[in-house]
């Protein structure tokens, strides 16, 4: 049986590893189109933005290995039913159950390299790229580190320590300077909020320098019409999907101490379980393919339902997120509801074999 699960894991971790080079392919394409706009912007020519786009293939294995495991499977599985090996294993004494143990153990063996790639080094190449594009596209800023960054607006330095979103700052600093370039003031604020064009800053602590003295005083609130545009926090904001587990973590925490909204973080947090789980159940539902209704379909029409079958699990993912967050569903649930739904239905499928 060793000689089999080596074979099986073989002709599938191929297909798998063919799969998922046509779909980071086809994703780098669309990638590179999304961005040629951007050409010309600042610094940003065609080497920085090939650069960004290369930094970002690690999440996007990351993100499609569910996907290229269920089309792996449907093309590794069905080379083997097409070659009558499927047959020969099962009138040799292999049940389907025990095909299926085999197809899950080279799935585990691939999916710990992706979590890896995922959890290592996915999230610093995506800060990296977007430090690269961020630097490139907005000359103001001049360093962006973790999650926070240092931005020039003519006599002033603003330090952002926190980014929520493009319209929520948290932890930042302003530093003024006179034409000497003297440090006249220091403004720090415990949050900042965008609405109707101005900047409300909150708790902000504000040291004037004088010549002979300094003065500090404190208010509740301050509105500032101008501090930064929510465009250029766009540029530089990290989504939590691209974060480290550990990171979204601490983010959560941060903004519970400080009874901010953590529902977008706790998706993310629970969707770095499932997603890698979902691998391991798109492997699963192509035994029912190869066995089941479609077993005597082409290769073509197979790989062609089950391309079909892995975006629309996808895109139901990524609904039943949205949807979760709109109406304040439990986010474990929601992010593995469909992950779920889809094993249950792989298992009934196999039990009628």
Do not use: C
């Not at 999304?34 to 290369?54: F, H, P, R, S």
């Not at 269920?70 to 047959?87: P, Q």
């Not at 979902?278 to 379909?297: E, K, N």
């Not at 997120?321 to 249950?344: D, E, I, R």
Request: net charge positive; charged share 15%; hydrophobic share 50%.
């Amino acid at each position: 049986m060793k000689i089999l699960d080596r074979y099986i894991a073989g002709v599938v971790a191929v297909a798998t590893g063919l799969a998922l080079l046509v779909i980071v392919g086809l994703d780098l394409f669309f990638s590179i189109i999304n961005q040629i706009d951007e050409i010309g912007k600042g610094t940003y020519g065609v080497g920085k933005m090939l650069q960004y786009v290369a930094l970002g293939l690690p999440r996007t294995v990351y993100e499609f290995f569910p996907t290229a495991a269920l089309l792996g499977g449907l093309t590794g599985m069905g080379i083997l039913a097409a070659n009558s090996e499927l047959i020969a294993m099962r009138a040799g004494g292999m049940s389907v159950w025990r095909i299926v143990r085999s197809l899950l153990q080279v799935g585990l063996v691939m999916l710990i390299f992706v979590v890896a790639l995922g959890e290592g080094v996915a999230p610093v190449a995506d800060q990296l790229g977007q430090r690269v594009r961020a630097i490139a596209l907005e000359q103001r800023i001049s360093f962006i580190g973790g999650h926070g960054l240092w931005v020039r607006d003519e006599s002033r330095y603003i330090y952002v320590n926190r980014i929520i979103d493009n319209s929520q700052l948290a932890n930042l600093s302003v530093f003024e300077f006179d034409d000497r370039r003297e440090l006249v003031a220091a403004t720090h604020a415990a949050s900042a909020g965008y609405l109707s064009g101005e900047w409300t800053l909150r708790g902000v602590r504000q040291t004037l320098f004088e010549q002979d003295r300094v003065k500090t005083h404190r208010q509740a609130e301050v509105t500032w019409p101008s501090l930064l545009t929510p465009e250029l926090i766009d540029i530089v904001a990290l989504k939590p999907e691209h974060m480290a587990i550990n990171d979204i973590r601490q983010f959560v925490t941060y903004l519970e101490d400080n009874g901010l909204d953590t529902k977008q973080y706790r998706y993310a947090f629970w969707g770095r379980f499932i997603t890698p789980l979902s691998a391991l159940v798109m492997l699963f539902i192509s035994v029912p393919f190869v066995f089941g209704s479609l077993r005597a379909v082409g290769s073509g029409q197979r790989i062609f339902i089950g391309t079909l079958a892995g975006f629309g699990f996808y895109l139901a993912s990524q609904v039943a997120g949205q949807m979760g967050q709109v109406y304040g569903l439990n986010p474990l649930l929601v992010t593995l509801a469909p992950s779920l739904l889809v094993l249950l239905l792989g298992v009934r499928a196999i039990r009628r074999i």
